[in-house]
């Protein structure tokens, strides 16, 4: 690798540009080029990075002043150079698209990673060629959150509000994660669970600048060299879904995209983690979803899902290039997945790679984290309580089985033991012994000897579980019924309606707490407001696992941990647990508010960092001593930088 230096006279700007291929192998390491003005710069860019694709080419001679003639424009003719291939007359004409390497004027304002808008300082703005191209106020980061704030929530429709922060994403991105950050709770419905699940449905619609990276069948053989197409080299997670259960909305095929890029815009904003080393993806295996194939706006394959071998193969292949690319240590997060998918591929490559399961394990670390909170609440062990499951997919299973767990480690009971106080229903009633042969081999354990029941109140009555928790994605199936009958078993009833987005919610704050007359400890996985029930105002709280992964996945990069363990999502939900203060308690609350998150984000980090060195799974040593202060260390911050 040799470097090329540009050095524009009269200023101080110098810029180096690594050339990794000839023509430059034999260059001397050192070209200084004198350019009057910034546009030769930004067109001299443009012309070196064409050789550093080798789409130009050059040979013998003099090498430095055939790239000045080149890039003082020899060739092209006409007095108004069209150099960006914008006229009509280029319409026929191939012309390569390029980019500048360093962002200074113009393009530094549309480099979103850069951009400060009119947060640009006078000696930022003389030095970087941004004078004239901003009005001359100037504002201060603090300025331009108000004057954000204020516009967002002039828009009263949900998915205005959503692509208003897209658009801010990609317009200055240290000042989308200070809104996020300064606004969490604000925001988070807007750029997650409710509004992301809208935005999904109509991705093709609202589908403006792309972003993160898409993987398809027709990229089958290639997935390597699509991943060296990101620009990002250093990734520490990747968020990655096939679109088939969005949320609790179905298979959204290639518009799930929306879902990796929100959650890893909460691994930044809730956990710290680099906007730059997170890397959204979404693999496109086609779509069964009919109203997709047949909508003209459709951003996905037109096709129907690959399956079986066709489908595994692609993820084979798509694993490996990861590990490839990034090496042993980067995070792959599995998000919405189908459940037939989704725990085969847990269970195919937690030996192999740094792989987790959100819907199946950070959703199960956050639910333990509540229901170890509530006992404040209601009493009693976990071992004490009865626990009945409508939905025993991902999110059912997962919990129940991370339940069984806690339970074992806490009693020393064998979990075949533990497993027994845990009751599920799914689709076709209560799982039981009789149906053991034609169940999914991740229910099976779950079959316990009882009579068959179909309904989900006939199982209420009969199981009489002191704790509710609903995961199907199905909404409302917590009928006024079935919370009364919580209630007259139960003072306190404990009710998880965890299904998103909130039309998928099994029930309503509201329901819960007017159905139970005030009694239900409740908390739903998208958000509600408070409830005002017979004079008294009651706060639901939100399970939903963006308590746990951004800080989870915060632990696992910053300990260098290579493979997930079970006990580190125990430590996780007890970091969490840990959080939740008497102030919060006595509000009805088992979750502390997500106003500290990134608090909570830096405790949660540093006991799973601590878990993994105690496993011998961190490879970043020495362990640092104070985990908690590293944590915050590491962690990303959105204030604007200075630039020379
Ligand atoms: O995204 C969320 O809000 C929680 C989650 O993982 C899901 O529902 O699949
Ligand atoms: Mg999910």
Redesign the pocket.
């Known amino acids: 690798m040799q470097l090329i230096y540009f050095e524009e006279e009269g200023r101080n700007l110098r810029t180096a540009i690594p050339i990794y291929t000839p023509p430059f192998a034999n260059a001397s390491p050192l070209i200084m080029l004198p350019f009057k003005r910034v546009n030769f710069l930004r067109r001299g860019f443009g012309v070196l990075e064409q050789y550093k694709r080798g789409e130009r080419k050059m040979s013998g001679g003099d090498m430095e002043a055939k790239l000045k003639a080149e890039i003082n424009g020899g060739g092209g003719g006409g007095g108004v150079e069209d150099v960006y291939g914008e006229d009509r007359a280029s319409e026929d004409q191939p012309i390569t698209p390029w980019t500048v390497s360093v962002a200074s004027g113009y393009t530094l304002l549309r480099d979103p990673r850069h951009n400060k808008g009119l947060a640009f300082t006078d000696k930022e703005r003389d030095a970087h060629y941004l004078t004239g191209l901003l009005p001359p106020a100037l504002f201060s980061q603090d300025l331009q959150e108000k004057r954000l704030m204020n516009i967002l929530r002039e828009y009263k429709v949900p998915l205005q509000r959503y692509i208003a922060m897209m658009d801010l994403q990609e317009r200055n991105e240290k000042l989308f994660y200070k809104l996020l950050i300064d606004n969490v709770e604000e925001l988070l419905p807007v750029v997650?669970?409710p509004t992301v699940g809208e935005a999904c449905q109509k991705y093709g619609s609202i589908f403006r600048r792309p972003q993160g990276l898409y993987i398809s069948l027709q990229e089958k053989g290639k997935i390597l060299e699509v991943l060296k197409n990101w620009p990002e080299k250093s990734i520490q997670v990747i968020v990655v879904t096939d679109g088939e259960r969005i949320?609790?909305l179905g298979d959204l095929g290639c518009q799930g995209m929306g879902?990796p890029v929100g959650?890893l815009s909460l691994y930044t904003a809730l956990g710290g983690v680099r906007p730059s080393a997170c890397l959204p993806i979404t693999i496109d295996v086609g779509t069964n979803n009919k109203k997709l194939l047949e909508d003209e706006f459709y951003i996905g394959l037109k096709q129907n899902r690959a399956t079986g071998q066709e489908y595994y193969e692609l993820l084979e292949e798509f694993m490996s290039a990861v590990k490839q690319n990034y090496g042993e240590k980067v995070l792959i997060q599995f998000?919405?997945f189908a459940n037939h998918n989704a725990f085969e591929l847990l269970a195919k490559y937690r030996t192999t790679h740094l792989v987790f399961n959100?819907?199946i394990q950070?959703?199960a670390s956050v639910v333990l984290s509540g229901l170890v909170s509530a006992l404040k609440l209601i009493g009693g062990t976990l071992a004490d309580h009865t626990f009945l499951f409508l939905g025993a997919g991902e999110a059912g299973t997962g919990i129940a089985e991370l339940i069984a767990l806690e339970i074992s480690k806490k009693t020393n009971a064998p979990l075949e033991e533990t497993r027994k106080k845990i009751w599920l229903v799914d689709s076709k009633g209560l799982i039981v012994s009789s149906r053991k042969e034609s169940l999914q081999h991740f229910k099976k354990p779950w079959a316990h000897d009882h009579e068959p029941i179909k309904e989900l109140l006939a199982a209420v009555k009969a199981i009489k579980p002191t704790v509710l928790i609903g995961t199907s994605g199905v909404g409302q199936t917590f009928t006024k019924e079935v919370v009364e009958a919580m209630a007259s078993m139960n003072e306190k009833p404990l009710i998880l309606a965890l299904?998103?987005p909130t039309s998928q919610s099994e029930c309503t704050a509201e329901e819960a707490y007017t159905w139970s007359e005030g009694r239900a400890i409740f908390a739903s996985?998208?958000p509600f407001d408070p409830v005002e029930y017979n004079g008294k105002v009651f706060v639901p709280g939100q399970a939903?696992?963006?308590y746990i992964f951004p800080g989870f996945g915060l632990g696992l990069i910053m300990s260098g941990t290579i493979r997930v363990h079970d006990d580190m999502l125990l430590a996780a939900s007890e970091a969490l647990a840990a959080q939740v203060t008497e102030e919060n308690y006595a509000k009805g609350l088992i979750y502390p508010p997500f106003t500290n998150i990134r608090k909570i984000s830096a405790h949660i980090a540093a006991k799973v960092a601590a878990k993994s060195y105690e496993l011998g799974l961190a490879s970043r040593l020495p362990r640092p001593e104070d985990l908690v202060k590293y944590a915050e260390s590491c962690m990303y911050t959105p204030i604007y930088g200075k630039y020379r």
């Open positions: 997650y669970t949320l609790g879902i959650k998000e919405d959100d819907d950070g959703t299904s998103n996985g998208s939903n696992n963006a």
